[in-house]
């Protein structure tokens, strides 16, 4: 079976990371919290985005 390359560097990266926090969720989602209040780039998220509704075509 072929494997990616790239999809294997960032399985062993992210393996790494979580063995960084003994794979502790909760720690692990505290670091990347930490890590963006330090960044320097400005974040932002989308706001929710309501279905429209449709009209049954029948």
């Known amino acids: ?3 990616d ?3 294997e560097e960032t399985r062993k ?3 790494k990371y979580a063995n960084e926090f003994n794979h502790d ?3 692990i989602y505290e670091n990347i919290q930490l890590r963006q209040k330090q960044s ?3 974040l932002f998220s989308f706001p929710v ?3 429209h509704k449709t ?3 029948a």
């Open 49 to 51: 985005r309501k279905p």
């Open 25 to 27: 969720i909760d720690a």
């Open 13 to 15: 990266l992210r393996e």
């Open 1 to 3: 079976m072929w494997k």
């Open 55 to 57: 009209r049954n075509a």
């Open 40 to 42: 320097k780039k400005k």
């Open 5 to 7: 390359p790239i999809v």
